[in-house]
């Protein structure tokens, strides 16, 4: 086991790291966006929550639970979206420590780099397809409102709640 390690090592292993390093950077970005999507759909389903306890007319409360539903479902999936980027992240972060780990204990860690960056990628890519489930259910729900909005003249039924949506 080689422990002595020279400037132009340690070099080398800071750019072996850097690419790694930016990927983190990037996923802890759409971590952020996660993060804030899902505190926006939260607080749509308390607005919702509230009003459902408030209405009298049951075509309304019908609608409201419909989207309350979808809201929890969102909700699901970004949890899963979130705990997919976690999960990815770490891994690179141990990507990172192997690369200094190996080439300073002299011991071939490529298999396991390797396997780590693959494994988090796929990770990142699952995150990102149910973020693009999550959006879609959040433009298929605006559609959806809209339809009823529309429809709610000619029935005369109001909206509780006309404040703009957050989500």
Same mark, same amino acid.
């Given at each position: 086991?080689?422990?002595?390690?020279?400037?132009?090592?340690?070099?080398?292993?800071?750019?072996?790291?850097?690419?790694?390093?930016?990927?983190?950077?990037?996923?802890?970005?759409?971590?952020?966006?996660?993060?804030? %999507?899902? /505190? %926006?759909?939260?607080?749509?389903?308390?607005?919702?929550?509230?009003?459902?306890?408030?209405?009298?007319?049951?075509?309304?409360?019908?609608?409201?639970?419909?989207?309350?539903?979808?809201?929890? %479902?969102?909700?699901?999936?970004?949890?899963?979206?979130?705990?997919?980027?976690?999960?990815?992240?770490?891994?690179?972060?141990?990507?990172?420590?192997?690369?200094?780990?190996?080439?300073?204990?002299?011991?071939?860690?490529?298999?396991?780099?390797?396997?780590?960056?693959?494994?988090?990628?796929?990770?990142?890519?699952?995150?990102?397809?149910?973020?693009?489930?999550?959006?879609?259910?959040?433009?298929?729900?605006?559609?959806? /409102?809209?339809?009823?909005?529309?429809?709610?003249?000619?029935? /005369?039924?109001?909206?509780?709640?006309?404040?703009? %949506?957050?989500?």
């Amino acid at each position: 086991m080689n422990t002595t390690i020279t400037a132009a090592d340690l070099a080398i292993i800071i750019q072996l790291a850097v690419a790694p390093v930016f990927l983190l950077a990037g996923i802890a970005g759409f971590l952020g966006v996660l993060s804030g %999507r899902l /505190g %926006r759909i939260i607080d749509r389903a308390r607005v919702l929550e509230r009003d459902l306890l408030t209405i009298s007319a049951s075509d309304e409360a019908t609608w409201l639970k419909k989207e309350l539903r979808v809201i929890w %479902r969102r909700v699901k999936i970004i949890h899963w979206s979130i705990a997919l980027c976690t999960t990815s992240a770490l891994l690179v972060c141990v990507l990172i420590v192997c690369l200094f780990a190996g080439r300073f204990m002299a011991i071939n860690l490529a298999p396991v780099v390797v396997a780590l960056f693959v494994l988090g990628l796929s990770l990142l890519i699952v995150a990102l397809l149910l973020f693009l489930n999550e959006v879609r259910l959040s433009t298929r729900t605006l559609r959806l /409102g809209g339809e009823f909005i529309s429809g709610a003249g000619e029935a /005369g039924v109001s909206r509780v709640n006309t404040a703009p %949506r957050t989500d």
